[in-house]
């Protein structure tokens, strides 16, 4: 099972960027993918999750209208495209399998994580 997280970098605040998570090792359509953070000194929060049948999407009040996730059922890759980035964004982005939940508990694989870094 593999799950590779990429397209974290340093973006100055009022940026974009988009994060892809490449699934592989399971089957696709029996999990459903979630994006994480973790900021220095703070706990795992869960961002933004999507439903693998209906495609339903979950966000964090941290992010609701800044982020959108979406999924390439046919390439197995879930993405994350985020605006209006701020320096609090700033952490390690995890995409993770399992549950359809914002909570790291409910998760089952978790992928290597990639680092956004937002400047004020």
């Known amino acids: 099972v593999q799950l590779q997280a990429s397209g974290g970098g340093l973006v100055q605040a009022g940026g974009s960027l988009r994060l892809s998570c490449a699934a592989s090792?399971?089957?696709?359509?029996?999990?459903?993918i979630a994006w994480f953070r973790q900021a220095p000194g703070k706990e795992r929060e869960g961002v933004s999750c999507?439903?693998?049948?209906?495609?339903?999407?979950y966000y964090a009040d941290s992010v609701r209208g800044r982020a959108t996730i979406s999924s390439d059922n046919a390439e197995s890759t879930v993405y994350l495209q985020m605006t209006s980035l701020k320096p609090e964004d700033t952490a390690v982005y995890y995409c993770?399998?399992?549950?359809?939940?914002?909570?790291?508990?409910?998760?089952?694989?978790w992928g290597k994580g990639t680092q956004v870094t937002v400047s004020s």
């Open positions: 999507i439903g693998s049948t209906d495609g339903m999407t």
């Open positions: 993770a399998a399992g549950r359809l939940s914002l909570d790291p508990r409910h998760m089952e694989y």
């Open positions: 090792g399971f089957t696709f359509k029996n999990y459903h």
